[in-house]
């Protein structure tokens, strides 16, 4: 098998593309892919400093990766959860990435946010972790990014196709026409940016590999029953079957922007703390006064 590039010998065949490519051409190949997604949505420039949300896993550790070496300014945030000893191995992870190629760091920690791990913050609003942890990272996210130009999140193709999927399933309409690879900053809300949004999982974890990149392998507690995984389990038997339909579905969702509401959601500032909310008061906000009301009584 040889590289279709440069003719040496090829360890890598990428069935999507019907192509096949030695480490080196490969890396290219996906540095090359990484900055036309940017520049193609206009997603940030290199004068911008680059706020990047890093888990500990391989997505954001491989787009922290690229974007510094395509040139980009780049500084990492990461929100520790509490998750019992998972969230101890990914700041970890974290903390030795950032030392290692000498890249900023901040890390927030939930329990001086909140005042408890993401697990006890569920318990004592009634919810389930995830749908606690989503809203409470996108906030801290969108206010640790205050200073920067933008917000870069590992989200990948099979992240994004698989929401997009999981939305036309259950007919949310609302939630199709904000997904897009980059989404605009609106008074208090950040530019956010999916840099690998037509980049597949499994070329993100060879990126990995090759560049020697250490990532958590271990996925969080509470991911079991997703059901986003099962979306990307059934876009993989797709796949299996159809190389390529998983990046054609979404970049064609991606052009044709079908699902335009016909009002725009009106978002008004929090009364508490400023951040755009359909509501009087944000939804974090709203969290806080839920725990410090409940701190007494438990
Ligand atoms: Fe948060 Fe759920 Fe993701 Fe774990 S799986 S990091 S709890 S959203
Ligand atoms: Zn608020």
């Not at 890093?54 to 395509?70: C, E, I, N, Q, R």
């Not at 990948?156 to 939305?167: C, K, R």
């Not at 991911?223 to 390529?244: C, G, Q, V, W």
Request: glycine share 4%; hydrophobic share 35%.
């Amino acid at each position: 098998m040889k590289c279709k590039l440069c003719k040496k010998e090829a360890r890598i065949n990428l069935r999507s593309y019907n192509l096949k490519l030695c480490n080196a051409c490969f890396i290219e190949f996906f540095k090359k892919r990484v900055r036309e997604t940017t520049e193609k949505f206009k997603m940030c420039s290199l004068k911008d400093v680059i706020c990047l949300a890093a888990s500990g896993g391989k997505d954001s550790f491989a787009l922290w990766d690229v974007l510094h070496k395509l040139g980009y300014e780049t500084s990492g945030l990461f929100i520790d959860l509490g998750i019992d000893g998972y969230s101890r191995l990914c700041r970890e992870k974290v903390v030795a990435f950032s030392q290692k190629t000498n890249l900023p760091l901040k890390i927030v920690d939930i329990k001086d946010e909140l005042g408890y791990s993401i697990r006890e913050v569920a318990r004592r609003a009634n919810k389930v972790p995830c749908s606690i942890c989503g809203m409470v990272k996108r906030y801290i996210m969108n206010r640790e990014t205050g200073a920067f130009d933008c917000l870069a999140t590992g989200h990948t193709l099979d992240d994004e196709a698989s929401v997009a999927l999981g939305n036309i399933l259950q007919w949310q309409t609302g939630y199709l026409e904000r997904q897009y690879p980059v989404l605009q900053e609106n008074q208090s809300l950040k530019k956010k940016i999916k840099p690998f949004t037509f980049t597949f999982e499994k070329e993100i974890k060879l990126y990995a590999q090759i560049a020697e990149i250490e990532y958590v392998k271990e996925k969080c507690p509470f991911s079991a029953n997703a059901t986003s995984l099962l979306y990307k389990k059934a876009f993989d038997i797709l796949e299996e079957r159809m190389p390529h339909i998983k990046l054609s579905f979404y970049k064609k969702l991606v052009k044709k922007r079908f699902f335009i509401p016909e009002e725009e959601v009106k978002l008004r500032p929090c009364r508490r703390c400023g951040y755009l909310t359909v509501d009087e008061v944000c939804n974090f906000c709203k969290l806080k006064e839920k725990l410090s009301s409940s701190s007494g009584s438990r």
